[in-house]
């Protein structure tokens, strides 16, 4: 008898991902495209004569889904981070002594491959099926594009794990998805056929092509994908070194880099920075530098993490690329915050993989000490995602008839006068969100992606609404309606509804994204996560004063200074009650247990050897009771724990008349304040 129809379908699935990873990660096709495409067709036939036996990680999920409207977050199982850069040797050499003083070992092994420019996923496998797939985010949230990923065709959608000992249960697995280069310029050539706009760079088109809601779309494009590492992993234990751990997800049929090595000492990693810098244009893919990795697992845990990045890592990246080109004219540009930019509008020059006609000129001071002139013959450099600068001028091409530009004294989108701090070089705009280029960009960013991201809220029609005066506040756009949007330019019902319905998804959102969408001057992303974990409330956050501002840490008196203002201006709570009003809202986390604690928000500096006690157990015991311990004693230092031998930072904490604690006064004020209440 032939075999049954679930057998044939697992047989041709068996078969399709054998040979993709064949093609698409060996690069060693085992058969032809025609016999590949039959096997192909043949289970999309069965699968819609039997749809009940379709399967998400079936090789036909591969060609997209039907478009939908948002992505879902995704709180990643452990967070993604970032890393720290070197730009020269001696960052370089300054990263191994501090890895090998920390080890105490003489030589390090280190696990290097090259930085991919990319953007960052992590696929998450359980029992080898490839069920998530997620953007990194702002590292702890990211968007769930697992079905966009499906259309990736060297991510396996089953793990090949018969070659291990035992399946493994739950795992993630990190890497990069990449735009290869020769697909980068056959995608932009089709984009130019069709009278499409054309990607920048290949990260660019990667970025676009997976953040798409149509996942047909993302299919149509040359995807790929690299792993560099592991996430969370269940019921398994991964090899403890990381070389060995690339291996294994080798094994499993995950694609890795082809040039990592593992190298030992600082002299292999320069040798590695050079040679992979000569390979770096005959790479299929763009890269922007090379990691570095302690390969010892157990190494990488002693080492740890500094905020956001890992201290067992270091990325070296290659320099900026310049190239010359002439200033046509100089402009300005009036920001979120009313800060007034001179920029400088070049002839089209390729630089850093993009095509740049703008560049800063940061401010007046910086233009001035440059002398940068209309009509001169400039370099312009330009690295990752970074505003392209003018690096010089070549004075000797300067023409006769260069002319000098001077900054405006008013406004020259609004017209009021521009303002001053005498200790500032930015010339400010003082028509506040009466003036339409700050109202524009502060609507810009409350919907942007990190803020309120409200998707499809651009330039253009930012643009329309505020010149039509629709929206003058960032409340104003949840009273927008269908009609009031259907009429404007390039704006169909199906769209405007679009936009509706992302404007009511906004409503729904955290404090921390919330206090970045308010756009205070100072209050970044990082900042305003800062200040909605210490304040848990919005209204614990409006009612803080300067000094308890300043408790929160990395907040100093110029930050805290820029929030008072902005709740002292009336017009600014007003919005946020209208924002309230209109619905905007996320859970109030009940004030934290944290808050409460004895030595809430004091911050410790241990130093020293303690006899009774040691440095790991004092910081728990410290941290458990609310307070911080860093690393090195600055004025926010509250108190300095000398142990014996206590060296530099003990003379620091004298300088700067820090409080000092010997150890007997360290353990009494533990004993008291592990025995006392939580107080505030
Ligand atoms: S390791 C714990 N390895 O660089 C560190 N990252 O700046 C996790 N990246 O978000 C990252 N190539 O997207 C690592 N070989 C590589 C990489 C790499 C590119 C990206 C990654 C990350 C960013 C950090």
Same mark, same amino acid.
């Given at each position: 008898?032939?075999?049954?129809?679930?057998?044939?379908?697992?047989?041709?699935?068996?078969?399709?991902?054998?040979?993709?990873?064949?093609?698409?990660?060996?690069?060693?096709?085992?058969?032809?495209?025609?016999?590949?495409?039959?096997?192909?067709?043949?289970?999309?036939?069965?699968?819609?004569?039997?749809?009940?036996?379709?399967?998400?990680?079936?090789?036909?999920?591969?060609?997209?889904?039907?478009?939908?409207?948002?992505?879902?977050?995704?709180?990643?199982?452990?967070?993604?981070?970032?890393?720290?850069?070197?730009?020269?040797?001696?960052?370089?050499?300054?990263?191994?002594?501090?890895?090998?003083?920390?080890?105490?070992?003489?030589?390090?092994?280190?696990?290097?491959?090259?930085?991919?420019?990319?953007?960052?996923?992590?696929?998450?496998?359980?029992?080898?099926?490839?069920?998530?797939?997620?953007?990194?985010?702002?590292?702890?949230?990211?968007?769930?594009?697992?079905?966009?990923?499906?259309?990736?065709?060297?991510?396996?959608?089953?793990?090949?794990?018969?070659?291990?000992?035992?399946?493994?249960?739950?795992?993630?697995?990190?890497?990069?998805?990449?735009?290869?280069?020769?697909?980068?310029?056959?995608?932009?050539?089709?984009?130019?056929?069709?009278?499409?706009?054309?990607?920048?760079?290949?990260?660019?088109?990667?970025?676009?092509?997976?953040?798409?809601?149509?996942?047909?779309?993302?299919?149509?494009?040359?995807?790929?994908?690299?792993?560099?590492?592991?996430?969370?992993?269940?019921?398994?234990?991964?090899?403890?070194?990381?070389?060995?751990?690339?291996?294994?997800?080798?094994?499993?049929?995950?694609?890795?880099?082809?040039?990592?090595?593992?190298?030992?000492?600082?002299?292999?990693?320069?040798?590695?920075?050079?040679?992979?810098?000569?390979?770096?244009?005959?790479?299929?893919?763009?890269?922007?530098?090379?990691?570095?990795?302690?390969?010892?697992?157990?190494?990488?845990?002693?080492?740890?993490?500094?905020?956001?990045?890992?201290?067992?890592?270091?990325?070296?990246?290659?320099?900026?690329?310049?190239?010359?080109?002439?200033?046509?004219?100089?402009?300005?540009?009036?920001?979120?915050?009313?800060?007034?930019?001179?920029?400088?509008?070049?002839?089209?020059?390729?630089?850093?993989?993009?095509?740049?006609?703008?560049?800063?000129?940061?401010?007046?001071?910086?233009?001035?000490?440059?002398?940068?002139?209309?009509?001169?013959?400039?370099?312009?450099?330009?690295?990752?995602?970074?505003?392209?600068?003018?690096?010089?001028?070549?004075?000797?091409?300067?023409?006769?008839?260069?002319?000098?530009?001077?900054?405006?004294?008013?406004?020259?989108?609004?017209?009021?006068?521009?303002?001053?701090?005498?200790?500032?070089?930015?010339?400010?705009?003082?028509?506040?969100?009466?003036?339409?280029?700050?109202?524009?960009?502060?609507?810009?960013?409350?919907?942007?992606?990190?803020?309120?991201?409200?998707?499809?809220?651009?330039?253009?029609?930012?643009?329309?609404?505020?010149?039509?005066?629709?929206?003058?506040?960032?409340?104003?756009?949840?009273?927008?309606?269908?009609?009031? $949007? *259907?009429? =404007?330019? %390039?704006?169909?019902? @199906? /769209?405007?509804?679009?936009? #509706?319905? &992302?404007?009511?998804?906004?409503?729904?959102?955290?404090?921390?994204?919330?206090?970045?969408?308010?756009?205070?001057?100072?209050?970044?992303?990082?900042?305003?996560?800062?200040?909605?974990?210490?304040?848990?409330?919005?209204?614990?956050?409006?009612?803080?004063?300067?000094?308890?501002?300043?408790?929160?840490?990395?907040?100093?008196?110029?930050?805290?200074?820029?929030?008072?203002?902005?709740?002292?201006?009336?017009?600014?709570?007003?919005?946020?009650?209208?924002?309230?009003?209109?619905?905007?809202?996320?859970?109030?986390?009940?004030?934290?247990?944290?808050?409460?604690?004895?030595?809430?928000?004091?911050?410790?500096?241990?130093?020293?050897? $303690? *006899?009774? =006690?040691? %440095?790991?157990?004092? @910081? /728990?015991?410290?941290?458990? #009771?609310? &307070?911080?311990?860093?690393?090195?004693?600055?004025?926010?230092?509250?108190?300095?724990?000398?142990?014996?031998?206590?060296?530099?930072?003990?003379?620091?904490?004298?300088?700067?008349?820090?409080?000092?604690?010997?150890?007997?006064?360290?353990?009494?004020?533990?004993?008291?304040?592990?025995?006392?209440?939580?107080?505030?």
């Amino acid at each position: 008898m032939s075999e049954s129809v679930p057998q044939r379908i697992a047989y041709l699935r068996g078969e399709i991902e054998r040979h993709n990873f064949q093609y698409h990660t060996l690069d060693a096709p085992l058969i032809s495209d025609a016999e590949f495409d039959a096997m192909f067709r043949e289970l999309q036939t069965l699968e819609m004569q039997y749809p009940s036996l379709v399967t998400p990680d079936s090789p036909t999920q591969r060609v997209g889904a039907a478009p939908r409207q948002f992505f879902t977050q995704v709180v990643h199982r452990s967070p993604m981070l970032s890393l720290n850069n070197a730009f020269n040797e001696e960052e370089v050499r300054a990263f191994d002594v501090r890895t090998r003083e920390t080890l105490g070992v003489a030589e390090v092994e280190y696990s290097v491959e090259p930085k991919f420019d990319g953007l960052a996923v992590t696929l998450t496998y359980r029992d080898g099926i490839f069920v998530q797939g997620a953007t990194r985010g702002d590292g702890e949230v990211g968007e769930d594009v697992t079905q966009n990923l499906r259309t990736v065709r060297n991510i396996p959608l089953r793990l090949d794990s018969g070659r291990l000992d035992k399946p493994i249960p739950f795992i993630e697995i990190r890497g990069e998805v990449l735009m290869f280069k020769v697909d980068f310029i056959a995608l932009n050539r089709q984009q130019a056929d069709k009278g499409d706009k054309l990607f920048a760079n290949p990260r660019n088109a990667a970025a676009g092509s997976l953040r798409q809601l149509n996942s047909r779309i993302t299919s149509s494009r040359h995807l790929s994908f690299l792993a560099y590492g592991a996430g969370a992993v269940e019921g398994f234990t991964l090899p403890d070194t990381h070389a060995e751990q690339l291996e294994c997800l080798q094994k499993l049929s995950v694609p890795v880099p082809q040039e990592r090595r593992v190298l030992h000492g600082v002299d292999g990693l320069l040798a590695y920075y050079r040679e992979i810098g000569e390979l770096r244009n005959k790479l299929p893919y763009e890269i922007d530098g090379v990691v570095y990795k302690v390969n010892n697992i157990s190494q990488q845990t002693r080492l740890g993490y500094v905020s956001r990045a890992p201290r067992f890592a270091l990325a070296h990246k290659f320099p900026a690329e310049e190239a010359l080109t002439t200033v046509l004219d100089i402009e300005v540009q009036v920001g979120r915050t009313g800060a007034l930019t001179p920029v400088a509008r070049l002839a089209p020059v390729f630089v850093g993989g993009v095509t740049v006609t703008n560049a800063t000129l940061h401010n007046e001071e910086e233009l001035r000490r440059k002398d940068i002139r209309i009509g001169d013959t400039v370099s312009v450099r330009r690295a990752g995602d970074v505003i392209p600068e003018v690096a010089r001028i070549l004075l000797e091409r300067r023409p006769l008839d260069a002319r000098e530009f001077n900054m405006p004294r008013t406004c020259p989108v609004c017209g009021a006068h521009v303002t001053k701090q005498p200790d500032e070089a930015i010339w400010r705009c003082s028509g506040g969100l009466f003036c339409p280029a700050q109202r524009k960009q502060a609507l810009l960013h409350f919907a942007s992606r990190r803020a309120l991201d409200i998707e499809g809220l651009g330039e253009k029609l930012v643009d329309q609404l505020v010149e039509q005066q629709l929206v003058h506040t960032p409340a104003d756009l949840y009273k927008l309606n269908l009609q009031v $949007l *259907a009429q =404007l330019e %390039r704006m169909g019902e @199906k /769209s405007a509804q679009n936009l #509706l319905d &992302a404007i009511e998804h906004s409503k729904q959102t955290t404090l921390a994204r919330f206090i970045y969408a308010l756009g205070i001057r100072n209050v970044g992303e990082a900042t305003a996560k800062e200040l909605a974990r210490h304040f848990a409330t919005l209204d614990n956050f409006m009612m803080a004063d300067e000094t308890r501002l300043q408790l929160v840490p990395d907040i100093g008196p110029v930050v805290a200074q820029s929030i008072t203002t902005f709740f002292a201006e009336p017009h600014n709570i007003e919005v946020i009650a209208q924002l309230r009003a209109a619905g905007v809202q996320w859970t109030e986390q009940a004030e934290k247990a944290v808050q409460l604690l004895p030595l809430n928000a004091k911050i410790f500096v241990l130093t020293g050897t $303690l *006899a009774s =006690l040691s %440095r790991d157990e004092a @910081k /728990s015991r410290l941290e458990k #009771l609310g &307070a911080r311990v860093t690393g090195s004693v600055s004025q926010k230092t509250d108190y300095v724990v000398a142990g014996t031998e206590a060296g530099t930072k003990l003379s620091k904490a004298q300088e700067l008349n820090v409080a000092v604690l010997d150890e007997q006064q360290f353990l009494k004020l533990l004993n008291n304040s592990e025995m006392s209440p939580a107080s505030g």
